[in-house]
């Protein structure tokens, strides 16, 4: 058992793939031969409506933090070195109004109800969704009470329309990318008190405007967004994406486990129990001790979190 800002997750079902239905403008784009790597660093994106993309480079790091690390959890060890081949990761988490372009096109439904906060407490609420999550948002702001299995759905349908390989990064790519090359706890260096110009985290802002979060363990900064915040708000980190920590707590497509012991070595999924996923980066209302890019949570596939999103990886080339 696991937590997510001090609300309970417990992951005790096995949920099949939702089915849903495709619009009829949705279509196989033609993939051409002459499809090349596109430069590392580079950002490109397939099609008008389709989240930018960086291309994050061949390479190899060290997995999971060290003993010395602080808040370290006993699941994020042993630390192993894992070499990756180059792949595509969005630029920033997917928005609503992307998610939205996504739910009118494909028809897909996503249900009505998720965890949100009620009053001053995060408590599942039968009338809150992605498009009401309880606090306002623009098109611009990350996806939220989105689950594993909607976030599968929308890669399949982006894979569909464009082509290409859309999919969740896995666990050991989405750490290698928050890391940006960099091998302290956060991609900023250690200091906790310093993630408000990197990432929108449970701050002295949410202090003084969110109900309970005086309660919160917070960070001694303060960064201007109460709740989530439009992406791309904060600098970037080395590889030139936005938002790897804070904002909202991103899905990915491994199973999880409580230990690295025998995880694989080449950057790929390691799939277990399908009714555990590993959810990475912390989001808005996240403590110091889970915004750190070693940190790993747990969830079950179906379920929905005002303080959850997703952003996509790509299949190169």
Known sequence: MRTLTGFTIVACCLVLMPDFAWSADTHLAAATKFSRIPKAGSIFHDCPDC???VAIPEGSFDMGSPNSENSRNDDEGPVHHVKLTAFAMGKTEITRGQFSTFVIKSKYITGDKCVALKGSRFEEDSGRNWRDIGFLQTTNHPASCVSWNDAKAYTAWLSLK????YRLST???WEYAARGSSVTSRYWGDNPDEACGYAN???MTAKASVPGASFWLLHNCTDGYAYSAPVGSFKPNAFGLYDMLGNVTEWTEDSYHDSYKNAPLDGTAWQG??????LRGGSW????NLVRAARRCVNKPDERFSFVGFRVARTLP
């Open 51 to 53: 989240p930018d993309m």
């Open 162 to 165: 464009t082509g290409k390989q």
């Open 171 to 173: 666990e050991a790519e």
């Open 201 to 203: 985290v449970a701050d």
């Open 273 to 278: 129990d399908a009714s555990r996923r590993v």
């Open 285 to 288: 209302n996240s403590s110091p």
